[in-house]
């Protein structure tokens, strides 16, 4: 009986069921006939206030209706306001590019142009200094274990590079370099002016290095194994750089020369116009804020640079015309054309740039406030560079060769002769320090000012970057070979001392012990990452038990990026 009630019930429900779908599928089959009546004017319908639509005929509709609703529809703007905002900020950014980007290229003018007058007013002061202690020394006794500071050497060995190099550069005839280039044809020299940047940039890059390793090389300490081939042939290659590039800088204004001189100025107009060709290998290129800013700094340089040039050129041909002044106003058309070409391409390539980048134009302040931080950190007493080697390796401006060329022309141009001329010479030496001297004293305050802007006071006490990795890596080696010993290496004056005592484990302890300060976004991007995120990345790499270590390098910001990490890869 339970059996039979069971099915009897189950029977009942399955009938319920099949009567459900039935119905569903009913109304389903319903609805899709009405769609198929309906499709042509539901497609054709208009919809009305109300929301619900208008169905009309084909016989209502009409070329005049058609005419009419195009001529009457409308649209609303703010329905799609964040696409429109963004498109007014990128004109107001695209306003604002000019504006901030001529800031940073002031700034950065101001200071190379410190940099340069460094080679003509302080170095022989400081070499004469160098040289009085160096030979009043056995008369006075030794006072310490180094006959000469390290930046007395540097400036020496620099004071040594001037004299030989200029020594050289007297027999290199330049009016016989300008009839010979001014024989050559257009074409010809638009080429050879094409190769002379990009043989100046590949120049600038292996310079800095050749002159770092010399300037390292004489003032490592003694007590390290000695794995370099020596003082003296590190010298001869930073005279053979300095006097190769001082030639080819000669070359590259000549051509400049050849090029004011010319009757139809077609290879003036050449010339210039291969800085557009400039944006089109600069737009259309992925760029980063690090990639922004050292293509930033080249342009510095490179501005900077035909200022020389230009000056130069001028200069020939003030003398070829015995220095009449109504010469000059031939020559100012020319040269206003050449600054006016040279402004016009950056500000479009650095507004394009932006644009496509989506890079707002605040990042030239974090670049100004960089260049800054390299100023200001370079007066401190834990100083490990100096100002004119931080410039050159930021920007990629060298100035000895450019200093080289310029004291060549001048004293070829300029005949000194009597005792006026040499009142006049003194009078325009001491202008010139009091031009250095001034440029010093408000770089050094605007400097000051950026730095605080962006809350990067704190680094300036931090020790140097390259200190910093040097630390962590010999805490990672000690980590993986042997934990508990400490070693520290003999230093030789205050500096390292201070830096082998922050080595030590106390000192580690109080510094990841002691609570971080606060950051602005910035500072985080501007400055040199600090020791205990250092900490992390060796910690996180560091396995379990200390046998395996994964090297890995932290991504690079402003400061410690320079001029030549990519000198030899891009080639504007």
């Known amino acids: 009986m339970a059996d039979s009630l069971s099915s009897g019930l189950g029977e009942e429900q399955e009938k319920e069921k099949e009567k459900k779908d039935g119905e569903r599928g009913g109304k389903a089959t319903q609805t899709e006939k009405n769609e198929e009546k309906d499709g ?4 054709l319908g208009f919809n009305d206030k109300n929301g619900g639509s208008k169905k009309r005929n084909l016989s209502d509709l009409s070329l005049v209706r058609f005419i009419t609703t195009e001529l009457t529809r409308g649209y609303f703007l703010e329905h799609n306001e964040a696409k429109y905002t963004e498109r007014r900020e990128r004109v107001y950014t695209c306003l604002r590019i000019p504006k901030e980007l001529e800031k940073l290229m002031t700034f950065g003018f101001f200071l190379c142009l410190d940099a340069f007058l460094y080679v003509f007013t302080l170095l022989p002061l400081r070499v004469i200094l160098a040289l009085l202690r160096l030979i009043t020394l056995p008369c006075c006794g030794l006072s310490g274990s180094r006959l000469l500071q390290p930046a007395q050497v540097c400036d020496v060995l620099k004071g040594f590079i001037m004299v030989l190099c200029y020594s050289m550069m007297s027999y290199v005839d330049y009016s016989m ?7 050559q044809s257009v074409i010809k020299l638009y080429i050879i002016y094409n190769m002379l940047e990009v043989a100046d940039r590949l120049f600038s890059s292996f310079g800095q290095d050749i002159l770092d390793a010399l300037y390292w090389t004489a003032t490592e300490p003694k007590e390290k194994k000695r794995a370099h081939i020596g003082v003296i042939p590190h010298f001869f290659m930073a005279v053979l750089y300095v006097f190769l590039h001082a030639i080819l800088i000669m070359v590259q204004a000549t051509t400049l020369n050849v090029a004011f001189n010319s009757h139809n100025k077609s290879l003036l107009t050449i010339m210039m116009s291969n800085n557009f060709v400039e944006i089109k290998g600069s737009v259309f290129k992925k760029f980063e804020k690090n990639n922004l800013f050292q293509m930033s700094n080249s342009d510095i340089k490179e501005r900077f640079t035909n200022y020389i040039l230009l000056l130069i050129v001028c200069l020939r041909n003030m003398e070829q015309f015995s220095w009449n002044p109504d010469h000059l106003w031939v020559l100012f058309p020319d040269v206003i054309m050449v600054i006016a070409s040279e402004v016009a391409v950056d500000v479009v390539k650095h507004a394009f740039i932006t644009k496509f980048n989506d890079i707002s134009a605040d990042v030239y302040g974090e670049y100004r406030a960089s260049l800054a931080f390299d100023l200001v950190s370079s007066r401190q007493k834990n100083a490990y560079t100096d100002y004119s080697d931080s410039v050159s390796r930021r920007m990629g401006f060298i100035p000895l060769p450019l200093a080289l060329l310029l004291i060549r022309v001048v004293t070829s141009s300029v005949k000194i002769q009597g005792s006026l001329s040499c009142m006049c010479v003194l009078l325009f030496y001491l202008g010139m320090i ?7 004293i408000v770089l050094l305050g605007t400097s000051c000012a950026f730095v605080k802007g962006a809350n990067m006071e704190e680094k300036l006490f931090d020790p140097p970057p390259s200190v910093v990795s040097s630390r962590a890596n010999s805490r990672a080696h000690r980590t993986k070979h042997v934990p508990t010993a400490t070693q520290q290496e003999p230093t ?7 830096l082998a005592a922050d080595s030590s484990p ?3 302890t109080a510094e990841s012990s002691a609570p971080t300060l606060p950051k602005s976004d910035s500072d985080a991007f501007l400055t040199t990452p600090d020791e205990e995120d ?3 990345i060796i910690n996180a790499n560091t396995g379990p038990e200390g046998d395996r270590l994964e090297h890995r390098t932290p991504k690079k910001d402003l400061l410690e990026i320079d001029r030549f990490t990519i000198c030899g890869n891009r080639i504007d």
Do not use: W
Not at 40 to 43: H, I, P, Q, R
């Open 492 to 498: 030789t004056d205050k500096g390292e001392t201070s």
């Open 40 to 43: 042509v004017t539901e497609t």
């Open 506 to 508: 106390p000192a580690n």
């Open 434 to 440: 009091t031009l250095k001297v001034l440029n010093s």
């Open 177 to 183: 370099m300008y009839h010979l280039i001014r024989g």
């Open 534 to 536: 250092e900490d992390k």
